[in-house]
């Protein structure tokens, strides 16, 4: 039986891209789609001995335009923020994170985290409709697989886990 979208929760770090300490928030409220588009980065190579070509994995492009109606609460002051400043270089870096809800047992489970970059990329709409804003996400360094805890105010803590590899 397939599960639902609701099974993956996404989550921005949106204290680091305020300049201040880490503050995970889900990106779920306000969002109709979040879809990762990993971009993989592959290298094809046909020997003349093979029908068929070979394959290699070299690395992911982690991607993706999330747009969110206008809402108040703390992903949204950040996004404001986005749209209000511009910022550039190190001002846009942050982590995401995402986890499955299936993997949470007794309040923590398996959880990746990404460096990514954060930047505004529009917001408007037509007359009459919902206020948005779309932000462009892009992967910025290696995927680690963490730990994420779930307090009991819903709050989120993640730890790296020990002897994982890091994968591009």
């Given at each position: 039986m397939s599960l639902d979208r609701t099974n993956?929760?996404?989550?921005?770090?949106?204290g680091k891209l305020a300049g201040s300490t880490t503050a995970l928030t889900e990106m779920g409220d306000g969002y109709t789609e979040i879809t990762?588009?990993?971009?993989?980065?592959?290298?094809?190579?046909?020997?003349?001995?093979?029908?068929n070509a070979s394959n290699t994995v070299k690395g992911y492009a982690l991607s993706m335009s999330p747009s969110r109606d206008y809402l108040s609460d703390d992903m949204q002051k950040c996004i404001?923020?986005?749209?209000?400043?511009?910022?550039?270089?190190?001002?846009?870096?942050t982590d995401y994170y995402r986890f499955y809800k299936t993997d949470i047992k007794d309040g923590s489970g398996d959880c990746i985290k990404v460096p990514v970059t954060v930047c505004?990329?529009?917001t408007g709409g037509s007359g009459g409709d919902t206020l948005t804003s779309s932000i462009q996400i892009n992967g910025n360094g290696d995927v680690e697989l963490g730990t994420i805890t779930i307090g009991p105010?819903?709050?989120?803590?993640?730890a790296k886990k020990e002897g994982q590899q890091s994968s591009t």
């Open positions: 993956m929760v996404s989550l921005l770090d949106t990762e588009d990993w971009g993989p980065n592959t290298e094809s190579k046909q020997y003349v001995n093979m029908k404001d923020n986005l749209f209000k400043t511009f910022p550039t270089g190190e001002k846009c870096e505004a990329s529009s105010d819903g709050s989120y803590t993640w």
